[in-house]
Structure formats: C-alpha cells, structure tokens
C-alpha cells in the first residue's frame, strides 16, 4: 500500500547532539513538508520542498535543517540549535503545494 | 502573515448534525482552503478541500463563504468515531512564495 513512513516512533536525544528523523514516502507525490507539533498549537511548518534538490524554510525553520536528494525521501535534522526540540514532529506528502497531504504517523522527540 | 482561526472546543450529539467554523481573514484569491482530523498520537486525515464553491465527499461537507474570509466544515450526522481535533488550513503559491497556515484546531466531542 502507498503511504508515508516516519522512523522511528520515538527518538531520544541528549542534549547538544543533532538528529536525524526519517520521512520516506511511495505515494510519487513531488512536494513533502515537516511540521511541528506543540500542545495547544497546532501544526506549524519547518521546511518544504516542492521538488528534488529544491526546498523553503517555513514558519520556524531556526535550529533545523532538510535535504531533498531523492522524490521518496525527505530527512529532517534537529541541530544542537534547536533549543526547545520536544515536540511531536509529522512528515507529509502531496501531488503538489495546493493538493491535499497525506501525513505519517510522526516522531515523538524528547531530550534526555 | 496568514491568519486562520477557529474555536478551540465543540460538542455534539450522536447522530446530530456538526458545523465546523473557520475564519480565513487573510486568505487571497488563489488559496485553497483544507480541512484535516487527528486522532491522539497520529497524523492528520484530508476530509476535504475547496477554493470558491462548496463541496460534498463521502465523509463531509465544506460551505465557503462568498467573500472567502470563513468557511464550514459539515458533518451530516455526528458518530462517536468522528471525535478528533479538526484543523482548517489555506495554502497558495508557489515555490519560495509558497504560504501555509494551519488553524489550531477545534477538539470536537460527540456525546451518545
């Protein structure tokens, strides 16, 4: 079946490390997207990227980093920047930026 | 910036229909207007999208306003499984002058 994948479910990361979460999708979709998540907060956007090797900064892009080198695949990387990183991170997909998303399940981080 | 606002909480009951407002008060003649559900601990589910005319899918329907600036998320008759943050979104653009913004959410809570 088609779809998004996020690994893993739950990361931990020591403080003043970077970390990378993973975001595949088999969907053939062109534009991908990292959101973070707060209680209370909604979804606010990090990075998006509307086609291989090309990508935008979105609302809060401070303290992350992205690359886009294949269609399926679009990494994000929590940078020893970032300094309030636990947060519930989702990966999404579309056919294109006005189309609808498909999200993975997310990645909870927490700092130890 | 984008504005897109919405009530934090509602209540239905069973069976019953659900109006959803959103308010869109920066929205531009090009932005679509999306509606999403989630579920605790996962990813956001697409219900529906729409620009200008109201629009029917199996699982809703979206009324816009004809100056845009709000629209409506209808559930014909509210099921216990339809309890989940609903999120209203506009998107528009392309490429660096992409823009995307996500409401906070309505909880809404469906009573037997």
């Known amino acids: 079946d088609g779809g998004i994948t996020q690994s893993p479910k739950y990361l931990f990361r020591k403080e003043g490390q970077n970390v990378t979460l993973s975001c595949e999708q088999n969907?053939?979709?062109?534009?991908m997207y990292w959101y973070r998540q707060d209680p209370g907060q909604g979804l606010r956007l990090i990075y998006y990227?509307?086609?291989?090797?090309?990508?935008q900064k979105g609302d809060i892009a401070e303290g992350y980093s992205v690359s886009r080198e294949k269609k399926e695949s679009f990494p994000l990387t929590v940078t020893s920047a970032q300094k309030n990183p636990t947060a519930f991170y989702l990966c999404?997909?579309?056919?294109?930026?006005?189309?609808?998303?498909?999200f993975g399940d997310g990645t909870r981080l927490s700092i130890l | 910036d984008a504005k897109t606002t919405q009530p934090n909480s509602m209540e239905s009951n069973e069976e019953e229909p659900v109006h959803l407002p959103c308010n869109h008060s920066?929205?531009?003649?090009?932005?679509?207007i999306h509606w999403y559900r989630q579920l605790p601990s996962q990813g956001p589910e697409y219900v529906i999208h729409?620009?200008?005319s109201n629009v029917n899918n199996r699982m809703a329907s979206l009324a816009i306003a004809e100056d845009r600036k709000s629209s409506t998320l209808i559930l014909h008759r509210a099921t216990l499984r339809d309890a989940a943050v609903y999120y209203c979104?506009?998107?528009?653009?392309?490429?660096?002058?992409?823009?995307?913004?996500f409401g906070k959410g309505i909880t809404l809570s469906v009573r037997p």
């Open positions: 999404a997909s579309s056919r294109g930026g006005t189309q609808p998303q498909h």
């Open positions: 969907l053939n979709h062109d534009a």
């Open positions: 990227s509307q086609i291989v090797n090309d990508f």
């Open positions: 920066t929205i531009s003649g090009t932005d679509y």
């Open positions: 729409g620009l200008t």
């Open positions: 979104m506009q998107c528009g653009g392309t490429g660096a002058n992409s823009k995307l913004t």
